[in-house]
């Protein structure tokens, strides 16, 4: 129909003839080339997806890959040293999680609840890494959201919301994609609320937030702002189903160990109490824990109630330290040794060495943290030098250790204390 009206055959955008353009489109009373189109196409998208080409540090490769518990334990027994417990505990719930999405598409998937997951541990001990193996193993996409930044609708901070924007950024705005990934809430225990009593005043930051997780945690169809921050009533919004998404949430709960310890001494009642308290670890209360010690610590029974499956990390001890800096593939000590032999250096680290950088990390109380703030400050001057040196090899022994850590000040920190005048 157009064509016939044109005497000549130009694109409205850039005025180039039919001959000088490989496809020219035609439309009602003008026509349009295809670079001119492809043109446009680009700008459209950049205009309205404006996130869509960020991809975040843990982005997706490779299909969906399914293992037996077995295979899991195993795979995150590469990464991380000692935790049997919650790594048994982590590989039992990811299969069974996964073995319900297949069994949905089947149609026999209402049969299974979701296994969300919760761990419980020390600062350092591995929640964050547990949680990103899994991930890498399975194939899916990955979100790692911290829990302190997230406030009720209308207040300073992000909507609980933005914790989707992140996956569906993983999964490179692939909703069904990102429908089947793993979300990392860090830090839940700081929105713990101040007492187990309900709050009478306004709790944005605390109880709210954990209102506001309830229905995303449980599963349900939650419209997302594609680039994250407040919604608006002119911005497009994406419609994301949780039903499928596994939530790991994990906290430090710095203190917990006192509700543990005051829940066991009041069951501990009777002929043989005497026994059952000789039996309790008081070194690591933290196995202990159960429901109610969180509801104790400030977690509302809702949220509880949608983190099923509970686990604990135990306190890293010497020998888990020691083994963490040479034992799993990405170790420390690795890593240092491959930092310098890009330079053409080989690296040796005597063993005294490695045993002071344990003893150091357990005076700091740190955990697995510690050890890469001690390797830094030992390795600062000697990576500097690195690159432009004429060295082949590079010893580190106990005495350069320990005049860099002193040095730097770093092994003060636990006998200076502060002079009140």
Do not use: W
Not at 200 to 223: C, F, H, M, Y
Request: with cysteine; hydrophobic share 40%.
């Amino acid at each position: 129909m157009g064509k016939n009206k044109i005497e000549v055959a130009r694109c409205a955008f850039c005025g180039r003839s039919e001959n000088e353009v490989p496809l020219m489109m035609y439309g009602e009373n003008a026509c349009i080339c295809s670079d001119c189109a492809e043109m446009a196409f680009t700008r459209a998208k950049e205009l309205l997806h404006p996130q869509s080409s960020i991809k975040s540090a843990g982005k997706v490769n490779g299909e969906f890959s399914l293992r037996k518990p077995h295979e899991i334990y195993d795979f995150l027994s590469q990464y991380v040293v000692g935790q049997d417990d919650a790594k048994k505990t982590l590989a039992v719930a990811v299969y069974n999680h996964y073995k319900r999405i297949e069994n949905a598409e089947k149609g026999s998937g209402d049969l299974f609840e979701k296994s969300n997951i919760l761990m419980v541990g020390p600062t350092g001990t591995g929640k964050t890494l547990l949680a990103r193996t899994i991930a890498k193993m399975l194939n899916v996409p990955f979100a790692i959201v911290d829990a302190t930044i997230l406030t009720e609708a209308g207040y300073v901070g992000e909507d609980v919301e933005s914790i989707l924007t992140r996956l569906l950024q993983d999964a490179d705005y692939d909703v069904k994609k990102a429908e089947k990934g793993i979300v990392f809430i860090d830090e839940i225990d700081k929105i713990a609320r101040k007492g187990d009593n309900p709050s009478i005043t306004r709790d944005v930051s605390g109880e709210g937030v954990q209102q506001a997780l309830l229905k995303i945690i449980e599963g349900s169809i939650v419209n997302v702002p594609p680039q994250g921050g407040r919604k608006h009533p002119e911005q497009q919004m994406i419609a994301v189903d949780t039903n499928n998404i596994l939530f790991i949430c994990g906290g430090a709960f710095e203190g917990i160990e006192r509700n543990i310890g005051n829940r066991l001494n009041t069951q501990v009642v009777g002929y043989t109490s005497t026994k059952t308290r000789s039996r309790i670890d008081r070194d690591n209360l933290i196995q202990y824990i159960a429901p109610q010690d969180l509801r104790a610590y400030g977690l509302i029974p809702e949220i509880i109630g949608r983190l099923p499956v509970l686990t604990h990390l135990n306190p890293l001890d010497r020998r888990t330290l020691r083994a963490i800096l040479t034992e799993p593939k990405n170790s420390l000590v690795n890593q240092y040794k491959e930092i310098f032999r890009l330079d053409g250096i080989k690296l040796i680290i005597k063993p005294d060495v490695l045993e002071y950088i344990v003893d150091t990390a357990i005076e700091f109380k740190l955990g697995a943290r510690g050890l890469r703030s001690i390797c830094e400050i030992i390795m600062l001057d000697a990576m500097y030098d690195a690159p432009t040196c004429n060295r082949k090899t590079f010893t580190i022994d106990l005495d350069y250790a320990k005049s860099k850590v002193e040095k730097s000040g770093a092994i003060l920190v636990k006998d200076t204390a502060p002079v009140i005048d």
